[in-house]
């Protein structure tokens, strides 16, 4: 499977996601030290009730059915906390008194300026994870509470209790404290305690949506710098790459390398590297397109010596059977003759190239009178020409256009089989004139396509008659056409039939 | 008396063998290896022809700087160039230095020995006051056969050798094709297509810098050239 780059990135950034769930452990770590303050809190209550009723035990001899008295009311209402709710049972589950009120009002909007528009945003995500504190709830006392409640009865049996219980209908919390008031040695009532874990849970709340806001910023923040960074890396790498494969073009040339060449990091140490290989294989390549040239010109030297030698022996009175090995060492000779001339002929041109000066000339008039001389140079092949009535004006030079199209012929009829003549074809469109050269014969290799106007490159199997195939042939067809301001193009017919060599030189007025 | 030929070339082999078929062809033959001991044996006794090869041991232009110091000591003088360089651009300079013709040394020993003789002849010839003439002429076109001189419209082209054969051979047939291995043949060389090719845009431009309208010689593409006159 491919993963691309900016991909690995952002699953890196993955990781940032730890935060958020730090910030959620934090937030719980809070909240039960603020349930455990609102215990403490509770229960401190009550036991300062339960001081408070301890030293008048007369306030609490009560009969059924009388009205608490001021004093006791005055009492709970000054010693309780404002949103708790204060009651006090005797050991007969009577309940004495009851003080306050477990709703309270809504809690205040009191959120950080700045991160209020981030929490809005979460809010309909925490919304859901969530559980709002409501004030509207049951808020009655149950008679079971009463009587059996945990932890007043924990109190009335002299130990001080706490617990959290669910409103009746369930949709809040409560916690409660209880703590015995002592006569004596004996337990005479419970105070409870009563308040909701709204408040508490409020904050709660806020805190998270808070951290919730702050860690997905932070998150989204990072993740889209680091989505920034990976992005222009995979842009610039990706600018390297497309130019790298384009470095070497169909024609084996080699151009430089410009994306990232004069950046400071490892990609411009990249792409510098690739340009210094790219020098390299071009040095190899010029190398190679003069090798044939060179080797010409070193071998030539020898050559007349042995020809000189030759000469001098056929003067020299010799046995009758020497003749034989005379012929055959100039054969031989002729032959590494025509090998030299073929390897200088493209160093010849190049030098000729340079110097040869540019005239315009109608490429229709130089096929009409090159196809009549291929008939006659290669009988038992025929030609077929089909160029337009009117002139095809190119600037370049008529003999290097006519030395181009005798390559691409003898190209052609070596590579011909079966008797379809050879299709020679010249075309005008869109400013350039096509000329193609199209015999029936086996495919182009697919692996040297690109390779075949490259110097000494051949797909010919070797041992093919006298005739030295130093793959030199379409090198010259493609430095003419470089002289004509074109390009050169070997093709597989598009039935696959045969091969077609496609020359296009831009046309002039 | 025979007459000397000096051949100067740096490969012993060569010059042996180019020494020995000389001799055998009657000719009187001074071979030197290098510019050096040729400058100061030619200095004293200049031979009836010489031979030159452009690469002289360590001196890539050693034939040039001799040849330009023979053709100061006589006008008159045949040289050849014999060289296995084969770049237009050397010869072009070669031949700037006054040399008469130019050979590469795939030549054979025939086509120089053809050389060797018809400069000779043309040497007698100018010694000799003007007797019978070999004359061909084509319009504004004038070929000494004899001094293998060419004129055109009365003044001299300075053609080699090689050069004045082309031109002969396409010149005696006007309006016939001649290919380019006809033309071999008839100016002793065996070349490529492409020196053929720059040989006559030689001539061409040897014409046409006395005469801007030129263009007797006619290019038939895939066929050869032709002489329009």
């Known amino acids: 499977m491919r993963v691309s780059l900016r991909a690995k990135v952002v699953l890196v950034a993955l990781v940032l996601a730890v935060i958020p769930l730090v910030g959620y452990v934090h937030v719980k770590q809070i909240e039960r030290l603020l349930r455990e303050g609102q215990e403490q809190a509770l229960r401190a209550t009550a036991r300062a009730i339960a001081?408070?009723?301890?030293?008048?035990?007369?306030?609490?001899?009560?009969?059924?059915?009388?009205?608490?008295?001021?004093?006791?009311?005055?009492?709970?209402?000054?010693?309780?906390?404002?949103?708790?709710?204060?009651?006090?049972?005797?050991?007969?589950?009577?309940?004495?008194?009851?003080?306050?009120?477990?709703?309270?009002?809504?809690?205040?909007?009191?959120?950080?300026?700045?991160?209020?528009?981030?929490?809005?945003?979460?809010?309909?995500?925490?919304?859901?994870?969530?559980?709002?504190?409501?004030?509207?709830f049951d808020d009655s006392l149950p008679e079971s509470e009463i009587a059996n409640g945990a932890t007043a009865a924990s109190a009335l049996q002299g130990v001080p209790a706490r617990r959290l219980r669910s409103s009746v209908d369930g949709r809040a919390t409560i916690v409660s404290a209880a703590y015995p008031i002592w006569s004596g040695e004996q337990v005479i009532a419970a105070v409870v305690a009563e308040e909701t874990t709204n408040a508490a849970r409020s904050v709660y709340n806020r805190a998270l949506e808070q951290v919730v806001a702050v860690t997905l910023i932070a998150f989204l923040a990072g993740a889209l710098a680091l989505l920034a960074f990976a992005s222009r890396l995979s842009s610039r790498l990706g600018r390297l790459r497309d130019e790298a494969e384009a470095a070497i073009d169909s024609q084996g040339r080699v151009r430089k390398l410009i994306a990232g060449s004069a950046a400071g990091d490892e990609i411009g140490d990249l792409s510098r590297s690739f340009s210094t290989i790219l020098e390299r294989l071009a040095e190899y390549n010029r190398y190679l397109e003069?090798?044939?040239?060179?080797?010409?010109?070193?071998?030539?030297?020898?050559?007349?010596?042995?020809?000189?030698?030759?000469?001098?022996?056929?003067?020299?009175?010799?046995?009758?059977?020497?003749?034989?090995?005379?012929?055959?060492?100039?054969?031989?000779?002729?032959?590494?003759?025509?090998?030299?001339?073929?390897?200088?002929?493209?160093?010849?041109?190049?030098?000729?190239?340079?110097?040869?000066?540019?005239?315009?000339?109608?490429?229709?008039?130089?096929?009409?009178?090159?196809?009549?001389?291929?008939?006659?140079?290669?009988?038992?092949?025929?030609?077929?020409?089909?160029?337009?009535?009117?002139?095809?004006?190119?600037?370049?030079?008529p003999d290097l256009y006519a030395q181009m199209l005798d390559k691409l012929v003898a190209n052609a009829v070596d590579f011909a089989t079966g008797d379809e003549p050879i299709r020679i074809r010249l075309e005008g469109r869109g400013g350039l004139a096509m000329l193609t050269v199209s015999n029936r014969g086996p495919r182009l290799p697919e692996a040297m396509a690109s390779k075949l106007f490259e110097s000494m490159v051949s797909v010919r199997t070797t041992g093919s008659g006298s005739e030295p195939h130093l793959g030199l042939g379409l090198y010259i067809v493609r430095l003419i056409a470089d002289f004509h301001g074109g390009s050169a193009q070997a093709l597989d017919r598009e039935d696959g039939s045969g091969v077609v060599m496609k020359v296009s030189c831009p046309v002039v007025i | 008396m025979a007459?000397?030929?000096?051949?100067?070339?740096?490969?012993?082999?060569?010059?042996?063998?180019?020494?020995?078929?000389?001799?055998?062809?009657?000719?009187?033959?001074?071979?030197?290896?290098?510019?050096?001991?040729?400058?100061?044996?030619?200095?004293?006794?200049?031979?009836?022809?010489?031979?030159?090869?452009?690469?002289?041991?360590?001196?890539?232009?050693?034939?040039?700087?001799?040849?330009?110091?023979?053709?100061?000591?006589?006008?008159?003088?045949?040289?050849?160039?014999?060289?296995?360089?084969?770049?237009?651009?050397?010869?072009?300079?070669?031949?700037?230095?006054?040399?008469?013709?130019?050979?590469?040394?795939?030549?054979?020993?025939?086509?120089?020995?053809?050389?060797?003789?018809?400069?000779?002849?043309?040497?007698?010839?100018?010694?000799?006051?003007?007797?019978?003439?070999?004359?061909?002429?084509?319009?504004?076109?004038?070929?000494?056969?004899?001094?293998?001189?060419?004129?055109?419209?009365?003044?001299?082209?300075?053609?080699?050798?090689?050069?004045?054969?082309?031109?002969?051979?396409?010149?005696?047939?006007?309006?016939?094709?001649?290919?380019r291995d006809s033309l071999m043949r008839d100016a002793h060389i065996v070349v490529d297509d492409s020196t053929i090719t720059s040989h006559i845009k030689r001539i061409r431009r040897k014409f046409q810098s006395l005469d801007g309208g030129f263009a007797a010689i006619d290019s038939v593409y895939g066929a050869g050239y032709r002489w329009t006159a």
């Open chain 1, 290 to 397: 003069n090798m044939a040239g060179r080797l010409s010109h070193e071998l030539r030297t020898p050559i007349a010596v042995v020809r000189s030698s030759l000469e001098n022996l056929r003067l020299q009175p010799l046995p009758a059977d020497a003749g034989v090995y005379l012929t055959r060492a100039n054969d031989g000779l002729q032959r590494l003759d025509r090998i030299l001339t073929r390897m200088g002929e493209a160093t010849r041109l190049e030098s000729l190239l340079r110097s040869q000066a540019r005239e315009r000339f109608d490429a229709c008039g130089v096929l009409r009178g090159m196809i009549s001389g291929y008939a006659a140079a290669y009988p038992g092949r025929r030609f077929e020409l089909d160029a337009p009535e009117a002139p095809v004006w190119l600037r370049g030079a």
């Open chain 1, 51 to 136: 001081m408070a009723l301890h030293d008048r035990p007369q306030l609490l001899a009560l009969r059924p059915g009388e009205a608490t008295s001021d004093e006791m009311q005055l009492i709970l209402k000054s010693l309780a906390r404002a949103e708790s709710r204060v009651w006090i049972v005797d050991q007969n589950q009577r309940l004495l008194a009851l003080v306050g009120d477990l709703k309270g009002r809504a809690p205040e909007d009191d959120r950080a300026a700045p991160l209020e528009f981030a929490t809005r945003l979460v809010q309909p995500l925490t919304a859901l994870l969530l559980d709002r504190p409501t004030e509207d």
């Open chain 2, 3 to 179: 007459r000397t030929v000096a051949i100067v070339e740096d490969d012993a082999a060569i010059r042996a063998n180019y020494a020995d078929m000389l001799k055998k062809h009657g000719y009187e033959v001074r071979a030197y290896g290098d510019r050096k001991s040729a400058t100061s044996a030619l200095r004293t006794r200049l031979p009836d022809l010489a031979l030159l090869d452009i690469g002289l041991g360590d001196e890539p232009e050693g034939g040039f700087t001799l040849c330009r110091e023979l053709r100061a000591l006589s006008a008159a003088l045949p040289i050849i160039f014999l060289t296995a360089r084969d770049s237009d651009f050397d010869l072009v300079s070669g031949l700037r230095m006054g040399a008469d013709d130019y050979l590469t040394k795939d030549a054979s020993l025939p086509q120089l020995l053809a050389r060797i003789s018809a400069l000779f002849r043309r040497v007698d010839l100018l010694r000799e006051p003007p007797a019978a003439e070999e004359v061909l002429e084509r319009g504004a076109l004038k070929l000494d056969l004899k001094r293998l001189q060419a004129t055109w419209r009365a003044t001299p082209v300075d053609l080699t050798l090689t050069e004045f054969w082309l031109v002969h051979s396409l010149a005696r047939y006007p309006g016939h094709v001649k290919d």
